[in-house]
T-cell receptor, first 113, second 113 residues
Framework: GAVVSQHPSWVICKSGTSVKIECRSL??????MFWYRQFPKQSLMLMAT?????????EQGVEKDKFLINHASLTLSTLTVTSAHPEDSSFYIC?????????FGPGTRLTVL | AQSVAQPEDQVNVAEGNPLTVKCTYS??????LFWYVQYPNRGLQFLLK??????LVKGSYGFEAEFNKSQTSFHLKKPSALVSDSALYFC???????????FGSGTRLSIRP
């Protein structure tokens, strides 16, 4: 399967700052990537679908101006949490769409103080 | 609409005993079914999938799952549990015409020595 990396693996920031998370598909050209958020002891919730070369598609209830997604190449998608607040603290996981399945990155733990 | 249910928040099994983690689904058309495992502070690891073919699917680490169309179930099983199997397990489904995977709420599997 595809190898997916995320950077950073964890980040702590002050409230009001912006944080960028990178998702890279190391051995697979990904036209579609997905961004999920996972709160403690909960399931993965899809935030948005990132399409290479076009605007991301956001799930209902996800603020597109707060969670900026850029998918400029077939191997890189970025998620920027703008003006982060403590309630944005979560585990963010990206995923690459394969032929029939999805491959997941290791996740990024964001803590907003 | 797609949905997947994992009725058990936690499953406790003694090492060496068989284990079952339950999953039922609802989807339009033919289902694509998946099981993933998540260790603490890690992304999801793919275990197995059912797309078509034999109803009994064998996957990684000795796990298997049986697709039951009449009961709309895809329970995960292993004949003999290991302590290292302790983790969070997610069932997921995608309709054949859908673009995204929907996850269940997760089941925490705890294997006692």
């Amino acid at each position: 399967g595809a190898v997916v990396s995320q950077h950073p693996s964890w980040v702590i920031c002050k409230s009001g700052t912006s944080v960028k998370i990178e998702c890279r598909s190391l051995d697979f050209q990904a036209t579609t990537m997905f961004w999920y958020r996972q709160f403690p002891k909960q399931s993965l919730m899809l935030m948005a679908t990132s399409n290479e070369g076009s605007k991301a598609t956001y799930e209902q209830g996800v603020e597109k101006d707060k969670f900026l997604i850029n998918h400029a190449s077939l191997t890189l998608s970025t998620l920027t949490v703008t003006s982060a607040h403590p309630e944005d603290s979560s585990f963010y996981i990206c995923s690459v769409r394969g032929v029939n399945e999805q491959f997941f990155g290791p996740g990024t733990r964001l803590t907003v103080l | 609409a797609q949905s997947v249910a994992q009725p058990e928040d936690q499953v406790n099994v003694a090492e060496g005993n068989p284990l079952t983690v339950k999953c039922t689904y609802s989807v339009s058309g033919n289902p694509y079914l998946f099981w993933y495992v998540q260790y603490p502070n890690r992304g999801l690891q793919f275990l197995l999938k059912y797309i078509t073919g034999d109803n009994l699917v064998k996957g990684s680490y000795g796990f298997e799952a049986e697709f039951n169309k009449s009961q709309t179930s895809f329970h995960l099983k292993k004949p003999s549990a290991l302590v290292s199997d302790s983790a969070l397990y997610f069932c997921a489904v995608r309709g054949s015409s859908a673009s995204k995977i929907i996850f269940g709420s997760g089941t925490r599997l705890s294997i006692r020595p």
